[in-house]
Every structure is written in structure tokens, then in C-alpha cells.
């Protein structure tokens, strides 16, 4: 997903333990249970591991930074998710973890020092520090016709189907008639500023308080489609590069507001041009956010995006931070992709959708380390 709760339960899951004492396992998890040390942890095992744009080096547990404290079991729903549809290297790992989802933090910690092999992730040249930043699911209003200062479109892909190749720049798809041609009709909502209309392209999705045509309101979800496939280019340094103050959205507006003339230069200087689909927002939504490029529900605080030549999809991982935005040493899940995330160590950091959310994100970009958890 391009260029960010409270947790929903699972259910219980309930599995025969008649089967389990037929194999002999059923007394070795209730005396696990029971007891108050955990099993001591099985030494480093694996060799590195190669990827396309990283390589990772196999580590012991007690190397990875604040394994002990963090609640695992928050990040549990979201890994299963990914676990719904895994990879031939996860399929039996994620059965016997979602056997786990009930258990307590400590035994899930325990039972992931036993399956799981931590591995840290480098580049080819050895540099195991990278760049965090973040990102959300804006929440704003629109009109389902255009009316008032409701006069901004957000489009579903053009009639001809999502651009393969460089399509229209934004500039031409506001000015041009051919651009206009392929795009009448494909109108999902209107929005009122343009800025924010930028802010829902570079995020990739939103929640919107859409007014329908009879007067009543309605909350959807702005997907992403697609885009015209042509560059991303930072608004922020564009302001920057004209004297202007960047670094957050705050300070464009403040821009914008200052130079009413120069609104559509400043949204023009970024060629990319984001489609939506819209989804309806039922109440089993109301704690997931939108869905990343795997296909999965991304969970705040629990899922990032990566670069999946470096780290494959539903892939758990261990991400250790310390910055003026947050200090976060926590398990993630590699659950989507943006055109900005790109090498060995790199994430963009879901924060959710509130306006705390949005604040996060906003600051976040500091030193970033990461570990996979691979099947042993």
C-alpha cells in the first residue's frame, strides 16, 4: 500500500484434545502451562539468509531489545490475519500459533522462543540501522455531488482500467480534455480542500463521513485503486524548495494559506495520482484499518509496510526504535508496501486513524532496527 486501537478478540479457538493426548502432547501442555518457569530458550539455530535488498543474520533471543515486556498478544490478531493466507514457509507455524491466540503474553513469548528464530536484518554491505516513518488513515468529510466548496473530485480508476504505464500527470488529469474524458463519470466523492484531497493520495485510504444526495450521512472507506504510475514527488519539499516551511501537513496548509495563487502549483509539483474504490464500513470494521498489500486488515501499532525485496509479506518481525516521536521496542507484522519504502531496513509504521494517529505519523522518521521472526 502507497505512500498509518483497541485490538478486536478472536474468538476462541477449541481444538480436541483427545487427539492431542492420543499423541502424547496433552500432558506436556498442561504441565507447560502450569509451571511458572518457561522452557529455556533452544540456541541460535539457521544460517544468514539472503534476500534481494538484505540479509539477515541469525541472533539469540536475549539479543533482541525488549522481547520481555512487550504484550505479544497484541500483535497476535493481526499476525493471524496474515496467517489466513500464508506462505509455504509459515502454513504449519501459523496452525500451531493459532492454537496460541488465547494463551497468556508469557506463554505465547515462550512458545515463539521455541518455533521462531530471530534473525537480524541488514543490508548486503552489513549496516543494520535503517529509517522508521509512519503513516495513517485519514478521517475527513465529503459530498456525493458537488455542491457548495465541495468542488474537489476523488476518482475511481479511469474507464479504460488502471493506468499500466505513466498515465496523465495530475496537472493534465485537472486540465486536460482527454484526461477529463477518461475520468467522467468516475467521480466517488468531493471533497472541499484540495490539500486534504493531497493528504488522502499520499496516505493511499480514508475514512469519510460522506453526505449522500438525500441529506443523510453515510461512513465509507476510500480504497486504493491504483495510480497514474507516474513518479511521487514530496509537496512538502516543493514548499521547502520556495522558501516555505515543510514537515507536516500543518505547515503546507499554513503555505497554502499564505500563497492562495500558488495552491495548484505546489499540489502540481507531485505528478502521482492516487484511484480509489470505496468499501463500506461495517461494525466488524470498526477497529481494523484499510487493507494493506497483502490483502489483510492492517491492525495500529501492529502492522507495517516494508520492502518486500527485503522482507516478504505476513512475515512477523521485531522493531526496536528510539526517537523524539516514540520509543517502541514491540512484534509487527509485514503487511504492506508504499513507493517511498525502499531498502534493507525500512518501515513505514501504521498508527491507526485517530487524530493521535495522525499526529504520530506525522513525527515519526527516526533510526530504525529490525529482526524477522523466521520458523526454526
Not at 444526495?213 to 509537496?235: C, H, I, K, M, W
Not at 522493531?319 to 518501515?347: F, H, K, Y
Request: aromatic letters at 8%; proline letters at 9%; glycine letters at 8%.
Amino acid at each position: 500500500m502507497p505512500n498509518t486501537a483497541i485490538l478486536p478478540r478472536l474468538s476462541d479457538i477449541r481444538f480436541p484434545l483427545r487427539l492431542l493426548a492420543a499423541t502424547g502432547i496433552a500432558t506436556a501442555l498442561f504441565m507447560a502451562g502450569c509451571s511458572t518457569k518457561p522452557p529455556a530458550a533452544p540456541g541460535i539455530s539457521g544460517t544468514p539468509i539472503t534476500q534481494a535488498k538484505s540479509r539477515w543474520v541469525p541472533v539469540a533471543w536475549n539479543t533482541v531489545p525488549g522481547f520481555a515486556s512487550d504484550p505479544v498478544g497484541e500483535a497476535w490478531s493481526a499476525w493471524m490475519r496474515s496467517c489466513a493466507k500464508p506462505g509455504p514457509v509459515f502454513a504449519r507455524v501459523c496452525n500451531d500459533a493459532r492454537r496460541m491466540s488465547n494463551a497468556s503474553d508469557a506463554d505465547k513469548r515462550a512458545w515463539m522462543m521455541q518455533r521462531l528464530q530471530p534473525y537480524r536484518v541488514e543490508s548486503h554491505g552489513g549496516d543494520a540501522s535503517g529509517l522508521l516513518t509512519g503513516y495513517y488513515e485519514p478521517v475527513m468529510r465529503a459530498s456525493r455531488s458537488p455542491n457548495g466548496s465541495f468542488r474537489v473530485p476523488l476518482y475511481g480508476v479511469p474507464a479504460s482500467g488502471a493506468p499500466r504505464s505513466p498515465w496523465f500527470t495530475r496537472q493534465q488529469i485537472d486540465t486536460a480534455p482527454a484526461a477529463q474524458s477518461e475520468l467522467r463519470g468516475r467521480e466517488i466523492v468531493y471533497m472541499a480542500d484540495p490539500v486534504d484531497a493531497m493528504i488522502l493520495h499520499v496516505q493511499g485510504s480514508g475514512r469519510m463521513q460522506v453526505r449522500e444526495r438525500d441529506g443523510s450521512e453515510r461512513a465509507v472507506r476510500l480504497a486504493f485503486a491504483g495510480t497514474n504510475q507516474q513518479p511521487f514527488r514530496s509537496p512538502s519539499a516543493w514548499v521547502v524548495s520556495q522558501g516555505g516551511r515543510g514537515g507536516s501537513w500543518d505547515a503546507i496548509r499554513q503555505w497554502a494559506a499564505q500563497n492562495p495563487g500558488r495552491v495548484n502549483e505546489m499540489l502540481w509539483s507531485n505528478p502521482r495520482y492516487v484511484f480509489f474504490r470505496e468499501e463500506a464500513i461495517s461494525s466488524a470494521d470498526t477497529n481494523a484499518g484499510p487493507r494493506g498489500a497483502q490483502g489483510v486488515p492492517l491492525t495500529p501499532g501492529r502492522s507495517i509496510a516494508v520492502d518486500r525485496e527485503s522482507i516478504p509479506y505476513g512475515t512477523p518481525v521485531w522493531l526496536s526504535t528510539t526517537g523524539p516521536a516514540a520509543n517502541l521496542n514491540r512484534m509487527v507484522v509485514a503487511q504492506d508496501t508504499g513507493t517511498a519504502i525502499r531498502g534493507a531496513v525500512r518501515a513505514d509504521y501504521f498508527a491507526g486513524w485517530s487524530q493521535e494517529a495522525a499526529d504520530l505519523a506525522h513525527r515519526m522518521k527516526q533510526p530504525l532496527n529490525l529482526w524477522v521472526l523466521w520458523p526454526r
